[in-house]
C-alpha cells in the first residue's frame, strides 16, 4: 500500500512540483502553539466540523425538499414520517443549527477575552464577525422553510420590523419578501439565499478565516505591540507543536460535539408543526433564540430607532480591532475592556430572556405569573395546585 501511495505521489509531484507546497504545510503543522493554549481553543475546529455536518445533512434534505408554499409542508411531512431516517437528517440539521450559533458565539466571546482579534489579526477577526452574520442569515432564511405556523408567523414578524428602517423601510420589506405579503415568492427567495448564496459565502469566508488562523498562528498572551516569541522560545515556555499534540485535542471536541449533536437529535427530534395559513394568527410567536434580543428591544424604544441599533451593534463588532487600539492582550489588563463586554453580554443575555417569558403563563415556585408582551410579570391567581 505504502509503495502505492509513494507511487502515486511521485507522478503527481513530476506534474505538478507539489513538494515545496507539501513542505510548507508540514512546517506550519509543526508550528509550536503558545503555553496557555487549552481546551477552550478547540471551539474553532468543533465548530468547522459541526458547519461540514451541517451542509451535507443540508444537501440530503435538498433531495427531498420543495420549494413552493404549495408543496413545502408537504415535503417535510413526507421526509419526517416515510424517507428511511428522513427525521433524524431533519434533526441533526435543526440541532446543528442551534449549536454552530452557540459555539460561534462562545467562541466569539473566547476570542475577546483573550484579545486574539489583536494586530496583527484584524483581518481574522473581520472574516469572523462576517461569518457570524451569515451564520444569522442561514437561522433567518432556514426557519421559513418547513412553511409551518411557526415559520411562516414568526418570518412575518420579524420582516414586518424591516418597514420601519428610515426612508427604505417599506423597499426593503418588498425587496425582502418579493412581494406584499410573506407567500410563495418569499419562500422561493429566501430558499435561495439559504441554500446557494449562503453557503457560497460560507465555504469563501471559512477558507480565508481558516488560512488567516493558520497562516499567522494562535496569538501568544504577551502585549501585541512586543515580536511575537518564534517556536523554540514557545517550546522553552512549555508550548506543544500544532501536530499532533493540538490536532488530537481539537478531534476529541470534534467527536465530543457530533456527539452531543446526534444525541440532541435523536431525544429531541424535530416536530412537524401545522401547515402555515396566512388567515389564522396563532399566539405568542416568536423568533429563534438568537433573535430574542433585537425582537425583544424593538418592543422598549420606538421601531425605528429599534430596527438600527442591531446593524449598529454589529458595525461595531465589526471594527472593534480598529477601536480598541491598545496593545494589552491579557484580560488582566484589560479590565475596561471586560467591563465593557460583561456589560453587552448581560444586556443581551437579559433582553434574551424577557424576550423568552414574554406573553406566556409560567408557575415558578408554587406562583402562577402572566408575563406581558414587555416580560413583565404579573400575579396571575393564587397558589397553582400542588
Ligand atoms: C463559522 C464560524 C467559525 C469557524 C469555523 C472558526 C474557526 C476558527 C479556528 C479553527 C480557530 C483557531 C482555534 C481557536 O482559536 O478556536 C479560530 C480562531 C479565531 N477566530 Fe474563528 N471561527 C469562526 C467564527 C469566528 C467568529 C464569529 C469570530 C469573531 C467575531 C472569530 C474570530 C477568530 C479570531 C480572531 C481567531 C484567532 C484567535 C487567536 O489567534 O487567538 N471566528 N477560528
Known amino acids: 500500500m505504502k509503495g502505492v501511495q509513494r507511487a502515486l505521489w511521485q507522478w503527481l509531484d513530476q506534474r505538478l512540483h507539489l513538494e515545496p507546497l507539501a513542505e510548507a504545510l508540514w512546517q506550519n503543522l509543526r508550528k509550536v502553539v503558545p503555553p496557555h493554549v487549552n481546551w477552550l481553543f478547540t471551539l474553532g475546529a468543533t465548530l468547522a ?137 418569499t419562500l422561493g427567495r429566501f430558499f435561495v439565499v439559504h441554500v446557494i448564496l449562503l453557503p457560497l459565502g460560507l465555504l469563501g469566508l471559512m477558507g480565508l478565516h481558516l488560512l488567516l488562523v493558520r497562516w499567522l498562528g494562535i496569538s501568544p498572551l504577551g502585549r501585541a505591540d512586543e515580536p511575537a516569541p518564534d517556536s523554540e522560545a514557545l517550546r522553552q515556555r512549555g508550548g506543544h507543536p500544532f501536530v499532533p499534540y493540538h490536532l488530537l485535542k481539537d478531534l476529541a471536541a470534534v467527536w465530543v460535539g457530533l456527539g452531543v449533536l446526534c444525541t440532541l437529535a435523536l431525544l429531541w427530534p424535530s416536530p412537524v408543526g401545522e401547515p402555515a395559513d396566512p388567515l389564522v394568527t396563532p399566539l405568542g410567536i416568536k423568533p429563534d433564540w438568537y433573535f430574542l434580543p433585537p425582537y425583544q428591544l424593538l418592543k422598549y424604544v420606538p421601531e425605528a430607532v429599534g430596527v438600527l441599533i442591531p446593524p449598529l451593534f454589529f458595525l461595531l463588532l465589526l471594527l472593534l480591532p480598529f477601536l480598541d487600539r491598545s496593545p494589552e492582550r491579557h484580560p488582566r489588563g484589560r479590565s475596561r475592556a471586560m467591563a465593557a463586554g460583561v456589560l453587552v453580554a448581560a444586556c443581551l443575555l437579559l433582553l434574551g430572556v424577557l424576550g423568552h417569558l ?21 400575579h396571575a391567581g393564587g397558589k397553582a395546585a400542588p
Open 358 to 378: 414574554s406573553e406566556t403563563t409560567r408557575t415558578i415556585l408554587g406562583i402562577t405569573y402572566h408575563f406581558d408582551i414587555l416580560g413583565w410579570p404579573s
Open 49 to 185: 466540523a459541526l458547519l461540514a455536518a451541517q451542509v451535507g445533512t443540508g444537501v440530503l434534505l435538498m433531495a427531498y425538499y420543495k420549494p413552493s408554499a404549495a408543496q413545502a409542508h408537504h415535503s417535510i411531512e413526507h421526509l419526517s414520517y416515510e424517507v428511511p431516517l428522513g427525521w433524524f437528517i431533519r434533526s441533526l440539521h435543526a440541532w446543528g443549527s442551534h449549536l454552530i450559533v452557540g459555539l460561534a458565539l462562545l467562541h466569539l466571546i473566547h476570542v475577546y477575552v483573550y484579545g486574539g482579534y489583536k494586530k496583527p489579526r484584524e483581518l481574522t477577526w473581520v472574516s469572523g464577525v462576517l461569518l457570524l452574520a451569515l451564520l444569522l442569515g442561514f437561522g433567518l432564511s432556514g426557519y421559513l422553510l418547513p412553511w409551518d405556523q411557526v415559520a411562516y408567523w414568526a418570518t412575518v414578524v420579524v420582516t414586518q420590523s424591516a418597514d420601519s428602517v428610515p426612508l427604505a423601510g417599506p423597499w426593503l420589506r418588498r425587496f425582502l419578501i418579493g412581494a406584499d405579503e410573506v407567500s410563495d415568492p
